[in-house]
């Protein structure tokens, strides 16, 4: 069985730091690009990053280049998402999900992890 | 960057109506289409992907067509489970999200 889990989330003040990660398992990790998906309260979704299967390739959504970071380690089935210079606008849930193909749709999502960005 | 618009951001309807979404794309993406089901507190959840086609144990009643810009997203009869909000997602070129639709009781 598929299954995500996110940890890291919670309450950051304004310029802070975060690092988020999603451990995998119950498929072969190293074979699938993954994603990173946000949510903020009441909003829509929004594809926030994505990473090829081997690392090599990191595509991010324009409004958050150079604050975010997306990596992984195919050892420990482990993605993350490196948050720099929150803002009160990044607080949201982030979900990781696991593309079907390359940078295609998304059959599995974890619970999802809440960021809070507040004073 | 490739736009997702989608029609109606919310709905009301009943039991056994049929439900209609459009989702329109601001440049072609073939049929590389997906629409999504979350309900309140959790994840999406994946009902169909290339525009047409059910993942595996989705309910025959949804249904979705559509190539290039235009896509329709389709409830025969909605049931009490299908309250929720649905999203399409073009993956052309990695993954823009729709605004969502809310399904919600009339």
């Known amino acids: 069985e598929v299954q995500l889990v996110e940890s890291g989330g919670g309450l950051v003040q304004p310029g802070g730091s975060l690092r988020l990660s999603c451990a995998a398992s119950?498929?072969?990790?190293?074979?699938?690009?993954m994603t990173w998906v946000r949510q903020a309260p009441g909003q829509g979704l929004e594809w926030v990053a994505t990473?090829?299967?081997?690392?090599?390739?990191?595509y991010y959504v324009d409004s958050l280049k150079g604050r975010f970071t997306i990596s992984r380690d195919n050892a420990k089935n482990s993605v993350y998402l490196q948050m720099n210079s929150l803002r009160v606008e990044d607080t949201a849930v982030y979900y990781c999900?696991?593309?079907?193909?390359?940078?295609?749709?998304?059959?599995?999502w974890g619970q999802g992890t809440l960021v809070t960005v507040s004073s | 960057d490739i736009q997702m618009t989608q029609s109606p951001s919310t709905l009301s309807a009943s039991v056994g109506d049929r439900v209609t979404i459009t989702c329109r794309a601001s440049?072609?993406?073939?049929?590389?289409l997906a629409w999504y089901q979350q309900k309140p507190g959790k994840a999406p959840k994946l009902l169909i992907f290339?525009?047409?086609i059910l993942e595996s144990g989705v309910p025959s009643r949804f249904s979705g067509s559509g190539s290039g810009t235009e896509f329709i997203f389709t409830i025969s009869s909605l049931q009490p489970d299908d309250f929720a909000t649905y999203y399409c997602?073009?993956?052309?070129?990695?993954?823009?999200f729709g605004q969502g639709t809310k399904v919600e009781i009339k």
């Open positions: 999900a696991r593309d079907y193909g390359s940078g295609s749709y998304y059959a599995f």
């Open positions: 119950g498929f072969t990790f190293s074979n699938y690009w």
């Open positions: 990473i090829k299967e081997d690392g090599s390739n990191k």
């Open positions: 440049q072609s993406i073939s049929s590389l």
């Open positions: 290339r525009a047409s």
């Open positions: 997602q073009q993956y052309i070129a990695l993954g823009t």
